[in-house]
């Protein structure tokens, strides 16, 4: 068995230990095992964990402390990049192979996401997620961490975990807007009819906003609409008019 690293990240605020998990899994092998130590409850600490593309094989809350110490496990998944203060988080159906070796969302060549988050204005550099979370307070993450070659690979009750997953980081981080790129997940879960565009039912209380996938086997759209998405997406986040509107209900 491999042996674990022990690594304390106790003296980091709960909200920037997923930006360091990022950059833990980012520069290790798939089985790499550690000990973590994050100032954290329990149930929150396994979601860190879990959201930066580990398993959580054990975990021990120091319930006088208020910390954990955590047994994970490196995994061939994509981690969140996610933080504090997100003025939009985007989120994934779940990632491809090509996205999870490359760790980075929606890395496949032929893929629109980045040309259009790009040519929004949203993003300024490509394939970055890190640079997109530091300087431009957007935040990643997937519906399902599980990697697959192709979304009918998952299972509706993975959607369902997903959507509880995403309630517990949303309402803990409360990002500006929550963005699903692609609407496969949001119709399974939660609304079979829903179209692109503006919900009326939130997550955790955030707005959300569904957009088609940008995937290069949609052939229904062309990279001038994913860019119109993103820029409405931006528009909404760069306004409080939806905070200001009747409250909408949640899914939960």
Request: charged share 20%.
């Amino acid at each position: 068995m491999i042996p674990a690293t022990h690594l304390d990240l106790t003296h980091l605020d709960a909200v920037r230990v997923p930006v360091a998990l990022a950059e833990l899994h980012g520069k290790t092998v798939n089985g790499a095992r550690f000990e973590l130590g994050i100032d954290a409850a329990a149930d929150r600490a396994s979601d860190i964990v879990r959201g930066a593309g580990f398993s959580v094989e054990r975990i021990t809350e120091h319930v006088g402390d208020g910390w954990c110490s955590v047994a994970a496990t490196r995994q061939w998944e994509l981690p969140d990049h996610v933080g504090p203060d997100m003025r939009v988080l985007l989120v994934g159906l779940n990632p491809s192979p090509a996205a999870t070796d490359a760790g980075v969302g929606f890395a496949r060549p032929g893929n629109r996401f980045w040309p259009a988050l790009l040519a929004s204005g949203l993003a300024t550099l490509d394939r970055d997620p890190s640079q997109l979370l530091d300087d431009h307070r957007i935040g990643m993450t997937d519906l399902v961490a599980r990697t697959t070659a192709r979304a009918a690979e998952l299972a509706d009750h993975e959607f369902a975990t997903g959507i509880d997953r995403l309630e517990r980081l949303v309402g803990w981080l409360r990002p500006g807007i929550v963005c699903f790129v692609g609407l496969q997940g949001w119709r399974t879960a939660i609304d079979r009819r829903a179209t692109a565009g503006p919900q009326t039912l939130t997550i955790a209380g955030r707005p959300t906003y569904l957009m088609p996938n940008p995937s290069g086997l949609n052939a229904n759209h062309r990279l001038p609409d994913f860019v119109e998405h993103f820029a409405a997406v931006a528009a909404l986040a760069a306004t409080d008019a939806i905070a200001g509107s009747p409250a909408p209900k949640s899914v939960r």
